[in-house]
């Protein structure tokens, strides 16, 4: 399985700010998991990991450049493809197949996920947990996500637009203008927008 998609992504350091959380329903709990990324020496244009019995590869397929969406929140929009394998044998993909090697960097995660439809000439419609994404033709990812890597503690802010490739940086423009209309959070600045493949990188 595969998909195109198009991303804007912060990574900070420490904490996540309560502010982002109201972005979120009171009573979602975040996804708990831990995903493995194989460390390539200055790259920022293929990930690849294991997660969840997966294997994970995404490449840039273009950059988008730097988008200022609002006075306070700057980041750079990029293009990627994701393919997806599972192993139906559950024997392949396993996190103890490069357990303590060096070249596997592991990354625990708890993760909020909003997912929006978009619609021509509507604002963002949230949809509930229980609606099948794949019947979804223009939808926009908002992940918030707790980050902890090396004993560091980080966090992200991403959006993630998907569906119809034409539709891609639309999708991803009206998100953000949707929930960054009367955003009076910290900023969000270009120096610190970036793909998981670099901010991995900018700790080994």
């Not at 200055?42 to 730097?66: A, H, P, Y």
């Not at 980041?75 to 996190?95: H, Q």
């Not at 419609?125 to 004993?151: F, H, Q």
């Amino acid at each position: 399985m595969s998909y195109t998609t198009c991303e804007v992504r912060w990574f900070i350091p420490g904490a996540i700010p309560t502010s982002f959380k109201t972005w979120f329903e009171p009573s979602q709990q975040p996804e708990q998991r831990t995903d493995i990324y194989l460390y390539a020496p200055g790259n920022d244009f293929v990930g690849i990991k294991l997660r969840s019995g997966r294997l994970e590869i995404k490449w840039r397929i273009s950059e988008l450049g730097r988008v200022q969406f609002t006075n306070s929140v700057t980041g750079k929009v990029e293009k990627w493809r994701k393919w997806m394998c599972n192993d139906s044998t559950k024997e392949a993909f396993l996190p103890i197949q490069v357990e303590n090697n060096p070249t596997w960097v592991s990354v625990k995660k708890s993760r909020y996920l909003q997912s929006y439809q978009i619609l021509p000439g509507a604002v963002p419609e949230l949809l509930s947990d229980n609606i099948n994404l794949d019947n979804i033709k223009n939808l926009c990812n908002v992940e918030l996500t707790l980050l902890e890597i090396y004993n560091k503690t980080w966090w992200s802010i991403a959006l993630e637009a998907s569906g119809e490739e034409a539709n891609l940086i639309d999708n991803l423009h009206a998100t953000a203008n949707y929930l960054f209309t009367d955003y009076q959070g910290i900023e969000l600045e270009r120096k610190d927008s970036y793909a998981y493949p670099c901010w991995i990188d900018s700790f080994i």
